[in-house]
């Protein structure tokens, strides 16, 4: 490994860390618990992944996908869902789309116009999408 791919290295895993940190995981305070978590995290994690791909973190956490941070959704900005993925129940005011609440802030017809707020305060950080049947399921797209 020559030095400039070590100090790249090393810096992607303490940036790994302040993220981890920053979303309210626990320090890492042994060299064994290190080990598990960047084995795990940085091999098998999403977030991990990216980085080793050189792409930069989100600047917030992305919706959840079947409890799987959705990076791609984001990346994209839309997405194609079997019909079994996105309910809404009567009288609703969330979407359950691929087993996560959203929030309907307006429907048009059968189209739903919703927002993930992880933290339940505001607005997203993602701002707002729109939830629309289509011969294949459900497109989400991202608005504006």
């Known amino acids: 490994m020559k030095p400039q791919e070590a100090h790249a290295t090393i810096q992607m895993i ?3 860390m302040e993220i981890r940190v920053e979303h309210g995981l626990q320090t890492i305070d042994s060299t064994e ?3 598990i978590q960047a084995d795990h995290s940085l091999r098998g994690g999403l977030l991990g992944r990216m980085m080793i791909e ?5 600047a917030h956490p992305p919706p959840l996908s079947f409890s799987r941070p959705w990076y791609s959704l984001i990346e994209k900005g839309e997405t194609i869902l079997d019909g079994d993925f996105v309910y809404a129940g009567i009288e609703s005011k969330k979407l359950a789309i691929c087993q996560h609440q959203w929030d309907i802030v307006h429907r048009v017809d059968d189209s739903y ?18 939830a629309e ?6 497109k989400l797209s991202k608005m504006g």
């Not at 050189?54 to 989100?58: I, Q, R, T, V």
């Not at 927002?115 to 999408?129: A, H, I, L, V, Y």
């Not at 049947?133 to 459900?138: L, R």
């Open 133 to 138: 049947p289509v011969p294949e399921g459900w």
């Open 54 to 58: 050189g792409k930069e973190p989100l």
């Open 113 to 130: 116009i919703v927002m993930w707020q992880p933290d339940k305060k505001g607005d997203s950080p993602w701002g707002r999408w729109k």
């Open 33 to 35: 618990d290190f080990r």
């Open 14 to 16: 303490a940036k790994w």
